[in-house]
């Protein structure tokens, strides 16, 4: 394979795996809800912000800061920097859950589509007032030298990224198809009214699914701040891209949320040899074609409701 060729592809991947994590991220809240967090992208900015933040006072600087001057976290900072950023957008999920999403997601209409926008854009704006709008460049865990492989330079954040995401994906699949939780997540989106009959704790469920979705974004945004610099911004096209990828490979189907990160990503890298200028042309006119034809996404299913 040509030397061009396979540095897209594994620059796709990468990529790739951080809009399967957002990707999934819609997916388990869709399948368990029914509704979305429209504001995912800015909680991948918000967990990149907190682990950066934890890394800060690792290295003596205050939590403010938007420059680490040489300092270098070891590897038990940023574990409990990644900890930490799990830890509090799981929390943040559950707040917008309590108070974004359940008091809407029974009555008619969308109005949890305004209130999770609006969460969205408290959640920007209180970074905005704390950090400012400048990016921040990450140290990576790994460290930052170009590694040669068959003759291509591969970052060393790249390869954690993409294995982390598969990492998480394989253990999502198999808690969702293999565990007593996966099951009562399974009913729940099925019909809640017999779930909760059956003694599952449909709230928690919920709960639960809006945790998990808020932890992935988290866990996103920490692993792309090396690569492409921490910034309260970079999680809008992160999470427009997965939300394409997550309606490409069917928002009902998690292992297809998963396959239209990657598709997208690499699909992204490969346009970039060509012109950049069509890059984003091209990606949603794939969206587009996909919907037109398959609305429920390349492998979602149609859901039917008896009446």
């Not at 900015?45 to 907190?50: H, L, M, P, V």
């Not at 109005?111 to 709008?133: K, N, R």
């Not at 198809?177 to 469920?205: C, D, E, Q």
């Not at 999470?239 to 396959?259: E, H, P, Q, W, Y």
Request: hydrophobic share 60%.
């Amino acid at each position: 394979m040509d030397a061009a060729l396979l540095q897209a592809l594994i620059s796709g991947l990468a990529v790739g795996s951080a809009y399967s994590l957002v990707a999934l991220g819609f997916s388990v809240t869709f399948t368990t809800t029914k509704t979305l967090n429209f504001s995912h992208g800015e909680f991948v900015s918000a967990g990149a912000f907190i682990g950066m933040s934890v890394l800060f006072l690792a290295v003596g600087k205050p939590l403010t800061s938007t420059s680490f001057g040489g300092g270098d976290p070891g590897l038990a900072a940023q574990a409990a920097a990644l900890i930490a950023a799990l830890a509090v957008m799981g929390l943040i999920g559950w707040l917008l859950f309590l108070v974004g999403v359940r008091p809407f997601a029974r009555r008619p209409g969308m109005a949890w589509v305004m209130s999770t926008l609006g969460f969205g854009v408290i959640l920007q704006s209180i970074g905005l007032a704390i950090w400012g709008p400048k990016p921040v460049v990450v140290p990576s865990p790994v460290g930052d030298s170009v590694v040669r492989m068959l003759g291509v330079g591969v970052r060393p954040q790249e390869m954690l990224m993409l294995a982390v995401s598969v990492l998480v994906m394989l253990a999502f699949d198999h808690v969702m198809r293999r565990t007593t939780m996966g099951k009562a997540m399974r009913a729940v989106a099925h019909n809640p009214g017999v779930a909760s009959l059956m003694g599952i704790n449909v709230t928690l469920v919920m709960v639960g699914a809006f945790v998990i979705s808020s932890a992935l974004a988290g866990l996103s945004g920490f692993l792309l701040a090396p690569i492409a610099q921490a910034s309260l911004f970079m999680g809008l096209a992160v999470g427009l891209k997965g939300f394409s990828a997550a309606m490409i490979g069917g928002l009902s189907n998690a292992r297809g949320c998963v396959v239209g990160g990657f598709l997208l990503g690499v699909l992204e890298s490969f346009v970039n040899l060509w012109s950049a200028q069509w890059r984003e042309v091209v990606i949603f006119l794939l969206v587009i074609l996909v919907l037109a034809f398959r609305p429920n996404g390349l492998f979602g299913t149609r859901m039917v409701e008896k009446v």
